[in-house]
């Protein structure tokens, strides 16, 4: 492949740069070995720009993901449109990406790779937009995937600091329970940029009229993840935040990442009992 600057998606916008610089860097480089892998293909089958996946036999599939299998699998994953545990359920293929490391060892998952993908593609794609869905379903996926780390360090943060705090979907899904069963605290985790912050508002806002109807007597968190460049802007962010409960049941508390030993002081004030305390009031009442 040519230099940097003739990368083809090098003009498409990336919309949350600012938060998550990094992701973008690593969905270039993707991207890049994935347009090199495919522009190596031969005319009859890349004519014009034009993918022809419809004139592509197994074989030279396979040949084409054995060329660089850590990303192709990625890359027809998600072109395809399936996750993980859609590919396990309709083809019998468990964990996908596992594949990755095994491609050239694993005859069958290979086989069953080939068959399925080729199943679901178009006869004919434009190398562009092959590009273009790979690029934003992996990240929304990596979003995702990132969001939920951030979610694990926050239950981790209040764990070690003695309180019993998981994940819960019933009756609601809550990011953060605190107990598990019968929550006296509800924590919902997001992280966005300025740009958003009216939608995650209304978020925030939405989800804590469902937890007013589930958990009634539980106090309220909203914990905010932002770029560290807008934490200098905590104060405009978090009236906005409060504005939008103008006229309902106020937040008990609007925080940022670098402020959850404020909810440990919050937890304290509120008298919600750690893990260990909890477990002693039941033995010894």
């Keep these: 492949m040519g230099p940097e600057e003739n990368f083809i998606l090098k003009d498409h916008p990336r919309p949350n740069i600012t938060e998550l610089p990094g992701l973008y860097a690593e969905l270039d480089a993707l991207a890049e070995r994935v347009e090199k892998v495919i522009r190596g293909l031969p005319n009859r089958l890349l004519d014009e720009e034009i993918i022809q996946f419809g004139e592509m036999s197994k074989s030279e599939f396979e040949q084409l993901v054995s060329k660089d299998p850590d990303v192709m699998i990625i890359a027809f994953t998600r072109v395809c449109g399936l996750s993980d545990r859609e590919f396990s359920r309709l083809f019998g293929l468990r964990d996908v990406y596992k594949l990755r490391g095994s491609w050239h060892t694993d005859e069958e998952g290979r086989s069953i790779f080939a068959r399925s993908v080729m199943s679901l593609l178009p006869k004919r794609m434009h190398i562009e937009t092959f590009l273009y869905t790979f690029y934003k379903m992996w990240e929304e996926h990596q979003k995702r995937h990132r969001r939920a780390k951030y979610e694990d360090e926050v239950r981790a943060f209040f764990e070690a600091h003695g309180y019993d705090c998981k994940k819960i979907t019933r009756p609601i899904e809550v990011n953060g329970a605190i107990p598990p069963k ?5 924590m919902q985790v997001r992280t966005g940029v300025r740009k958003d912050l009216v939608k995650r508002a209304k978020e925030f806002s939405s989800e804590f009229d469902n937890s007013i109807n589930a958990f009634p007597k539980a106090k309220f968190i909203v914990i905010f993840r932002v770029p560290l460049h807008e934490l200098g802007r ?7 935040i409060i504005e939008q409960r103008r006229e309902k049941r106020p937040y008990d508390a ?7 030993e404020n909810a440990l002081k919050k937890l304290e004030e509120w008298g919600i009992p750690k893990t260990g305390v909890a477990m002693f009031a039941q033995d010894h009442p």
């Design 182 to 186: 019968n929550p006296l605290v509800v």
């Design 234 to 240: 905590r104060d405009e962010i978090r009236q906005v």
């Design 254 to 260: 609007v925080l940022f990442q670098d402020e959850l």
